[in-house]
């Protein structure tokens, strides 16, 4: 543990130095709560172990797949999926990092996800706003223990959560965060292609129809590259589901939908959600396991974290919500495309809570910058009509006075 320590006041540093850079251009950067976030993720990383080490894990199996590697080389490792993971993984392997350090190494990119996902969302909605009666919602939204909890091992979570949330704060301004489009780009393809396409899908949508005027030029560019990156790229987003030589995509996609979700449902913990109506299928995957149906005492903690979950989403379940989504800006209408899309793919092959308590972590945070935005959105306007009001008041003060 001695080297868990050690990187732990690395990355401390480290971190330091990334907020001295970030707070030249955005003065709202708040080192103290950031600070505390890495904390309370490292607490995470401590949780995740102790589960680990009592629990069928795939980080173990990581671990074990870089041991017996016969060394042929690290770029032998560069692929799509899983091996995308080791690739990442050895080369910290070879200089010696035992499977703690490792653990704790990809704990810390789960962190940079929560920091670029804390820059995403203060950048656009300067506003606090108050939950459950004195709640400040955006400081629970960094500290839900789920989305700690699977972004703090070596695997797929932390560094597929860090590459979706630089995505989203670079494509904010991108020709100024060029590199970190490109490069949160390539590590959300190469861990899981089929996101990197709800992504690219999303990107566009939101580029194409949001309140912003953004020149026809730009629109175009975005369009014809992300649509072009997803052409030269079907055949490995395929791949993720073996369609890449199908010849009938929506009968291939069924039967592969429904074999993977018979196998995820023999794991344990499964529900049958093949017979399940389509909304309930999407509540399944958002908002259970829910008290009832907890599979362990992990079930129950994060029960009560669903519950929460349930309670935010019925404050966009509204008409005014429709209206506003309308007329919401391109990041707003892109979150929302990426959340739907990913929640409506993974209901069809999710039979299993462990795997969709997991799964989700990805996806959740889309959501929550909608509703926050969508709140924000809603004070806002109270502020300006109170505003207008009081100026009327004070021109018909003076007319009086006159």
């Not at 259970?288 to 149906?293: A, H, K, M």
């Not at 903690?301 to 309308?326: A, G, M, Q, R, T």
């Not at 092959?349 to 929550?368: C, T």
């Given at each position: 543990?001695?080297?868990?320590?050690?990187?732990?006041i690395?990355?401390?540093?480290?971190?330091?130095?990334?907020?001295?850079?970030?707070?030249?251009s955005?003065a709202?950067?708040?080192?103290?709560k950031?600070n505390?976030?890495?904390?309370?993720h490292c607490?995470?990383?401590?949780v995740?172990?102790?589960?680990a080490?009592?629990?069928?894990?795939?980080?173990?199996?990581?671990?074990e797949?870089?041991?017996?590697?016969?060394?042929a080389?690290?770029?032998?490792?560069?692929?799509?999926d899983?091996?995308?993971?080791?690739?990442?993984?050895?080369?910290?392997?070879?200089?010696g990092?035992?499977?703690?350090?490792?653990?704790?190494?990809?704990?810390?990119?789960g962190?940079?996800?929560?920091?670029?996902?804390?820059?995403?969302?203060?950048?656009k909605?300067?506003?606090?706003?108050?939950?459950?009666?004195?709640?400040?919602?955006?400081?629970?939204?960094?500290?839900f223990?789920?989305?700690?909890?699977?972004t703090?091992?070596?695997?797929?979570?932390?560094?597929?959560?860090?590459?979706?949330?630089?995505?989203?704060?670079?494509?904010?301004?991108?020709?100024?965060?060029l590199?970190?489009?490109?490069?949160?780009?390539?590590?959300?393809f190469?861990?899981?292609?089929?996101?990197?396409?709800?992504?690219?899908?999303?990107?566009?949508l939101?580029?194409?129809?949001?309140?912003?005027?953004?020149?026809?030029?730009?629109?175009?560019l975005?369009?014809?590259?992300?649509?072009?990156?997803?052409?030269?790229?079907q055949?490995?987003?395929?791949?993720?589901?073996?369609?890449?030589?199908?010849?009938?995509?929506?009968?291939?996609?069924?039967?592969?939908?429904?074999?993977?979700?018979?196998?995820?449902?023999?794991?344990?913990?499964?529900?049958?959600?093949?017979?399940?109506?389509?909304?309930?299928?999407?509540f399944?995957?958002?908002?259970?396991?829910?008290?009832?149906?907890?599979?362990?005492?992990?079930?129950?903690?994060?029960?009560?974290?669903?519950?929460?979950?349930?309670?935010?989403?019925?404050?966009?379940?509204?008409?005014?919500?429709?209206?506003?989504?309308?007329?919401?800006?391109?990041?707003?209408?892109?979150?929302?495309?990426?959340?739907?899309?990913?929640?409506?793919?993974?209901?069809?092959?999710?039979?299993?809570?462990?795997?969709?308590?997991?799964?989700?972590?990805?996806?959740?945070?889309?959501?929550?910058?909608?509703?926050?935005?969508?709140l924000?959105?809603?004070?806002?306007?109270?502020?300006?009509?109170?505003?207008?009001?009081?100026?009327?008041?004070?021109?018909?003060?003076?007319?009086?006075?006159?």
């Amino acid at each position: 543990m001695i080297g868990v320590f050690f990187l732990f006041i690395l990355f401390f540093i480290l971190n330091q130095v990334f907020f001295g850079v970030y707070e030249k251009s955005h003065a709202f950067l708040d080192k103290k709560k950031l600070n505390l976030l890495y904390i309370y993720h490292c607490f995470f990383f401590g949780v995740y172990s102790w589960y680990a080490y009592n629990n069928p894990s795939d980080s173990h199996r990581y671990f074990e797949d870089l041991i017996t590697y016969d060394g042929a080389g690290w770029f032998n490792l560069f692929g799509t999926d899983t091996t995308f993971i080791k690739f990442l993984a050895y080369p910290f392997f070879q200089i010696g990092f035992s499977y703690d350090m490792l653990m704790f190494s990809f704990a810390w990119l789960g962190y940079l996800g929560f920091f670029y996902a804390y820059l995403f969302f203060k950048e656009k909605i300067p506003l606090d706003i108050k939950v459950f009666k004195n709640v400040d919602l955006f400081t629970l939204i960094l500290f839900f223990p789920n989305m700690h909890f699977w972004t703090a091992s070596l695997g797929k979570g932390a560094p597929i959560f860090f590459g979706l949330m630089m995505f989203t704060y670079a494509i904010i301004q991108p020709k100024k965060r060029l590199f970190l489009l490109i490069l949160s780009s390539l590590i959300i393809f190469y861990i899981r292609p089929h996101v990197f396409m709800f992504v690219a899908v999303g990107a566009v949508l939101g580029n194409m129809s949001g309140k912003e005027k953004i020149p026809l030029w730009q629109k175009t560019l975005v369009f014809i590259g992300l649509t072009g990156v997803l052409f030269l790229a079907q055949d490995k987003i395929l791949g993720v589901m073996g369609l890449q030589n199908s010849e009938n995509l929506i009968e291939d996609f069924q039967a592969a939908s429904s074999e993977n979700a018979e196998d995820l449902r023999s794991a344990g913990s499964g529900v049958d959600m093949a017979s399940y109506p389509l909304p309930f299928k999407l509540f399944t995957f958002w908002f259970r396991p829910l008290f009832v149906d907890a599979p362990n005492m992990l079930g129950i903690i994060i029960s009560v974290e669903n519950l929460i979950y349930l309670l935010l989403f019925f404050k966009i379940l509204s008409l005014k919500f429709i209206k506003f989504l309308k007329r919401s800006p391109a990041l707003v209408k892109m979150s929302f495309v990426i959340f739907l899309m990913a929640s409506f793919a993974m209901t069809f092959v999710m039979s299993n809570l462990g795997i969709i308590m997991r799964q989700k972590s990805m996806v959740m945070y889309f959501l929550f910058f909608v509703i926050y935005y969508y709140l924000a959105q809603q004070k806002y306007d109270r502020i300006v009509k109170l505003r207008k009001r009081r100026k009327r008041m004070l021109e018909a003060k003076e007319l009086v006075s006159l």
